[in-house]
């Protein structure tokens, strides 16, 4: 079952922040996060295991409560660079992920 | 660079006939996944491996059936394709010891069924 991402869309512009939201209704162990562009493959952004703290690097970061099944993408001050596809992957095992929807981020100058 | 490729990138095919793309590492990991990804679904887990001869159905395994003889290479066959397989079609490898590593997903291949 796919895991539910919130909103569906995002439209900025440069330097505001946004929040994207994934949620299952099965327990986790691990949700990550990729980003692709239009055109392009999914690109690894952060992975959080159950048990782990908060990640984060430059100003993209991510938090898993594991008790709600929910993650959060913290996207802090917006470059044209952040638009894209955001995908949440949930995995109740080690074995595979399951993806959601997808978030659409457009950033405009 | 996790050395992925996936063949053929592009392909048009009639409704009925079979297809395999083929998806290729150079670096020996142990898991590969299929995916594909449509408008409004995101990616769906199709199939995946977690070493040779050994394989699992994933969310929308239906139609299509997978084959790992060798560490390096992942089949995807439809058998019989329908339009409503027409999608694009991502590889993907775990690069650890589980497949809840990060993943690295190939170009992609595009798949059209008229």
């Known amino acids: 079952q796919q895991p539910v991402q919130s909103p569906q869309a995002v439209i900025l512009r440069e330097g505001e922040d946004a929040v994207i939201n994934c949620s299952s209704s099965?327990?986790?162990?691990?949700v990550h996060w990729y980003r692709q562009k239009h055109g392009e493959a999914p690109v690894f952004l952060m992975i959080l295991l159950k048990g782990g703290e908060q990640k984060g690097h430059d100003k993209i970061s991510a938090s898993f409560n594991e008790k709600k099944q929910q993650s959060s993408l913290y996207l802090t001050a917006s470059q044209l660079s952040y638009s894209g596809t955001y995908f949440c992957g949930t995995g109740r095992n080690t074995d595979k992920l399951i993806f959601g929807t997808g978030t659409r981020l457009q950033v405009f100058p | 660079d996790a050395g992925i490729t996936q063949s053929p990138r592009h392909k048009v095919t009639e409704t009925g006939t079979p297809v395999t793309l083929r998806c290729h590492q150079t670096?020996?990991?142990?898991?590969m996944y299929w995916y594909r990804q449509d408008p409004g679904h995101g990616l769906r887990l199709i199939h995946y491996s977690y070493g040779v001869k050994d394989t699992d159905k994933g969310e929308v395994s239906d139609g299509y059936s997978v084959s790992r003889s060798k560490t390096e290479d992942f089949l995807l066959t439809l058998e019989s394709a329908t339009s409503s397989q027409t999608s694009v079609y991502f590889c993907?490898?775990?690069?650890?010891?589980?497949?809840?590593?990060?993943?690295?997903f190939g170009a992609g291949s595009r798949l059209t069924v008229l």
């Open positions: 670096e020996n990991h142990r898991y």
């Open positions: 099965k327990a986790l162990y691990s």
């Open positions: 993907a490898i775990s690069e650890g010891l589980t497949g809840a590593n990060v993943l690295t």
